[in-house]
């Protein structure tokens, strides 16, 4: 017979055996865990020094799926509700009501109100000369989920400023913003290593819907070829515009590909920005010398591999407010009467004035891989006119043209028309104080004509008010519009539901997914 201490001890291992034998509820949600624990790795191609959504000119936040706004830009360039609901004002653009959706929390778990928003928008205020200026707040209030907006004048079209990055909602209270700031998006900053990535995770409990990725890294590369490189190793899933030149090698085999490539049309513009601090540039005669040497076409097809268009104003030609008069004189005999024009007179091959040759530096950067080689072109074909133009790299282009006077030319890119409408660039790039008017550009009559937009309801004349003042910047070429690049993605084909959105403003989003 089997004493009792003998029979305890057998039930005890049978029982033993069972519950390690059996599938617990914690070793089934592994399991489960582990065919949806997805990630990716996105390489972009620009660094970010910050992830504060309100100071980040690279809009990391949102475009890493951590930060969103009131209102949201489609992929066919209409404003949609995000954050916001809906929205009204009743005396046409002076007062706006928004209404909050209920529900949203963010990342670490507090209540989204009016009053959370209220405060995320004081400290973008507080934080950005730009968006102060862009947003022109006098006064906020909130109740519940109603924030009431007055202005300092009318905005016919406010709503469309708060597609900007720079006014995500986050939680203001955090207390280590620039390295993990707390949205309400579908993935929440796990750790940022300034420079190199961000490391995400999916937050669970986001408004919107399931999260398909668990896990995303969200790294920068400014070299296009190590980006591609990083691709083909397997070491980056998605890189953001891969040297133009290596497209055809992405696609090798169309009926098998390793790698897909997206290409779009961009709300982008390829400039060249005068610096009218300078004398010589205060002349628009020089500056219409130095645009009639942009061979455009060339561009487009030697430097862009015709992954752009030539661009006759700041704007799409497709946006009803853009004017595509641009001027048609082109080459050295057009330049040299310009030059003529501005007092210049041609000794031993070099425009001379008051016993001094026209000598200009230009900045640009490489983080936009064929920046530099525009400038190369630039600079060669202003050799042949006798102009010497230096050009200088540099790492942070924005705060170098908005803070410093020891550039003559700058090389850049800009973001023109990102919500459908002109009057964010109008104003921001050239009213006098506006927060991106790193030319310094003061012209009355283009003043007025920017104000008188910002004041008017009417679509029709909205869009001819802005054609307006796009034909007075091409004509006294203010700026020079060189292209519009298509914006260029290249992935993994076990990618799925990237979608290239022509503001470049949501990259990371809750429907990105992977194959297994």
């Not at 645009?291 to 097809?301: A, C, G, Q």
């Amino acid at each position: 017979m089997i004493n009792n201490k003998k029979l305890v001890s057998m039930i005890f291992l049978v029982l033993l055996c069972l519950t390690a034998c059996a599938p617990t509820e914690e070793s089934i949600s592994i399991k489960e865990r582990k065919k949806t624990d997805k990630s990716v790795t996105f390489l972009f191609n620009f660094t970010s020094a910050t992830l504060d959504p309100h100071t980040d000119d690279n809009y990391t936040a949102v475009r890493a799926g951590v930060g969103e706004t009131l209102v949201k830009i489609s992929n066919d360039l209409k404003i949609k509700p995000w954050i916001a609901e809906k929205w009204k004002t009743e005396d046409n653009g002076l007062t706006w009501i928004f209404t909050i959706r209920k529900n949203i929390t963010f990342q670490n778990g507090k209540a989204l109100d009016a009053n959370a928003v209220k405060s995320s928008f004081q400290r973008t205020i507080d934080q950005s000369y730009a968006m102060k200026n862009a947003l022109n707040i006098k006064e906020m209030k909130a109740k519940g989920h109603a924030l009431t907006i007055t202005l300092k004048e009318p905005m016919p079209k406010f709503p469309s400023e708060l597609v900007h990055p720079n006014t995500a909602i986050i939680d203001v209270d955090v207390s280590n913003i620039a390295k993990k700031p707390i949205g309400t998006g579908p993935f929440k900053v796990l750790t940022f290593d300034q420079g190199n990535q961000v490391k995400l995770e999916r937050y669970e409990h986001y408004w919107n819907g399931k999260v398909k990725l668990k896990n995303a890294i969200f790294a920068f590369n400014e070299d296009a070829n190590a980006r591609v490189a990083a691709l083909q190793s397997g070491t980056a899933d998605i890189i953001y515009r891969p040297p133009l030149e290596s497209l055809g090698t992405l696609q090798t085999d169309p009926s098998d590909p390793s790698f897909k490539v997206s290409g779009v049309p961009s709300v982008r513009t390829h400039l060249l920005l005068y610096n009218q601090t300078n004398d010589a540039l205060k002349d628009e005669n020089v500056r219409k010398a130095i645009d009639t040497l942009l061979n455009r076409k060339e561009i487009v097809s030697s430097i862009m591999n015709n992954q752009a268009a030539a661009a006759r104003g700041p704007f799409l030609p497709q946006f009803p407010f853009a004017d595509n008069n641009a001027n048609e004189q082109r080459g050295m005999p057009s330049a040299k009467k310009y030059l003529e024009k501005a007092g210049y007179q041609i000794k031993n091959d070099k425009p001379m004035k008051n016993g001094k040759p026209l000598s200009l530096s230009l900045v640009t950067y490489s983080s936009l891989p064929e920046l530099p080689l525009i400038a190369q072109l630039i600079q060669s074909n202003a050799k042949e006119l006798g102009i010497t133009i230096k050009i200088h790299l540099v790492e942070d282009s924005d705060e170098y043209v908005m803070a410093k006077d020891d550039w003559d030319l700058a090389l850049y890119s800009l973001i023109t028309a990102p919500r459908g409408d002109a009057s964010y660039y109008l104003s921001t790039n050239y009213l006098p104080d506006g927060g991106l008017n790193a030319s310094r550009i003061d012209d009355d009559t283009l003043t007025k004509m920017i104000e008188q937009l910002n004041s008017t309801v009417d679509d029709a004349k909205r869009d001819q008010l802005a054609k307006q003042a796009t034909a007075l910047i091409n004509e006294e070429m203010l700026t020079s519009s060189i292209v519009h690049p298509n914006i260029v993605v290249a992935y993994n084909q076990k990618v799925k539901n990237w979608t290239t959105n022509p503001s470049e403003y949501y990259m990371l989003t809750q429907h990105l997914d992977v194959t297994p």
